[in-house]
C-alpha cells in the first residue's frame, strides 16, 4: 500500500485494534484511500460479467482467533466460472460457514484460495465437500516457517479430487 497506487480498500469490521492496524489507518488517511467495509450479504460489481458475493463475516463476530476468523470470505462469479476466497478461516469459522450455507449452492466453487495457508486448522472435510472445487491455490511461501501447507490439508483436497497448484 506504500509503495502502489490504490484507489480502494476493502476490508471487513475489525473485531479488535492491533499495531498493524493501526499503521493501516495511518497510510490509509495520508494516502487519502477510500476504504469499503464489507459484511455477509453485500455485492461488489466489478464489471457488467463479474462481482463478488461477500459471504462472511457476519456482523456477529467469532471471539476465538478473532483476526482470522473473521476474514473475508468472497464468492467470485463470472460468467459460469467461480472462485471461493477464504482468507485465513479456520475450522470454527467454517463451522460457521457450513451451518449458514449447507441447504445451498453458495460454496460450491470451481476453484478454492485454501484458507490459512494451508493450515492443519483449516479446509475441514464437510467444508471442502460443499466447496466441491476443481482447483485449489494455496498461498505459501517456498520453506516458511509454519511448514504450510499441511500434508493432513493436502491429503483432504485430494480426495475430494482438487487439483493442487
Known amino acids: 500500500m506504500e509503495n502502489l497506487k490504490v484507489k ?10 492491533s499495531e498493524n492496524l493501526s499503521k493501516f489507518k495511518e497510510i490509509v488517511t495520508k494516502k487519502k484511500i477510500n476504504i469499503i467495509i464489507v459484511k455477509k450479504g ?4 466489478i464489471d457488467k460479467f463479474s462481482y463478488f458475493e461477500i459471504l462472511f463475516p457476519e456482523e456477529d463476530l467469532i ?8 476474514s ?9 466460472f467461480t472462485m471461493l476466497f477464504t482468507g485465513d478461516i479456520e475450522e470454527i469459522a467454517e463451522k460457521r460457514l457450513i451451518a449458514l450455507y449447507k441447504e445451498t449452492k ?3 466453487a470451481t476453484v478454492i484460495k485454501v484458507a490459512h495457508h494451508g493450515s492443519k ?6 467444508f471442502l ?3 466441491k472445487p476443481k482447483l485449489a491455490f ?3 511461501g517456498k520453506n516458511n516457517n509454519f511448514g504450510h501447507p499441511n500434508d493432513v490439508v493436502l491429503d483432504r483436497l485430494i480426495n475430494e479430487r482438487s487439483k493442487n497448484i
Do not use: H, P, R, W
Open 72 to 80: 473475508i470470505v468472497a464468492k467470485f462469479y463470472c460468467m459460469g
Open 42 to 45: 453485500d455485492y461488489l460489481k
Open 121 to 126: 486448522t483449516s479446509s475441514i472435510n464437510e
Open 138 to 140: 494455496i498461498g505459501v
Open 63 to 70: 471471539k476465538e482467533n478473532i483476526l482470522n476468523n473473521n
Open 106 to 108: 453458495k460454496l460450491e
Open 8 to 17: 480502494n480498500i476493502i476490508i471487513s469490521m475489525q473485531g479488535k485494534e
Open 129 to 131: 465437500k460443499l466447496v
